[in-house]
């Protein structure tokens, strides 16, 4: 598009184009850089000093954001294309959280943070693997039909997801009843030894 309006208007119509897409690139960043300064500040800096101020809290999230800035500056210099995948594999992440959020929005939730935990953990991973390595449904599947081949490979990711969930729910669900089965069975044999110590009165010799 810049060659477009390189060629096609005037030097100072395009760099108003280009200060207008300046504009649009600095507020989402702006919005991204504060959000995650922040989220940095309270979760790991106030974890490890629970004592500091709410004004040393400032302080920290704002050299956090220049750290940050310096961080993507660097790579958009040196590597434009690795900020655009690390980019894209944040919002990969953002849907993994979906499956479990989905289900705490149910009135019968029966999923628990075990099984949430075991099927984001598999999501997070694949999508780092296909964030790393450019997969795609083509070249996972090359002899499935052309409309298999054009499902989005995020969205395989995400109901593989949901299984691991599911399936490590279902195996936690069996054994909590298997441990719970145990317990009732060592209550029973403990009260039946019990009783073998009774004598002919009716009380306990132990």
Request: proline share 3%.
């Amino acid at each position: 598009m810049i060659k477009l309006a390189l060629q096609t208007f005037d030097p100072w119509f395009v760099g108003l184009i280009g200060a207008a897409g300046l504009l649009g690139a600095l507020v989402p960043c702006s919005v991204l850089l504060i959000a995650a300064s922040s989220m940095l500040t309270k979760n790991v800096y106030a974890t490890f000093a629970p004592a500091s101020s709410d004004l040393q809290l400032a302080k920290v999230a704002k050299g956090i954001t220049l750290l940050l800035a310096l961080v993507v500056l660097y790579f958009t210099l040196n590597a434009g294309s690795a900020l655009i995948t690390f980019y894209l594999m944040s919002y990969n992440f953002i849907t993994q959280l979906a499956p479990a959020l989905f289900f705490s929005l149910l009135k019968n939730n029966f999923i628990t943070r075990q099984g949430a935990i075991s099927g984001m953990v598999v999501g997070l991973l694949l999508a780092i693997y296909v964030g790393m390595t450019n997969m795609t449904t083509a070249a996972l599947f090359p002899a499935m039909p052309s409309f298999i081949q054009d499902i989005n490979i995020g969205l395989l990711i995400l109901i593989l997801n949901l299984v691991t969930m599911l399936i490590c729910q279902l195996d936690y669900q069996a054994k909590g009843r298997r441990d719970l089965r145990g317990e009732e069975d060592f209550r029973r044999s403990h009260r039946n030894s019990r009783g073998l110590y009774r004598n002919s009165n009716g009380t306990n010799l132990i």
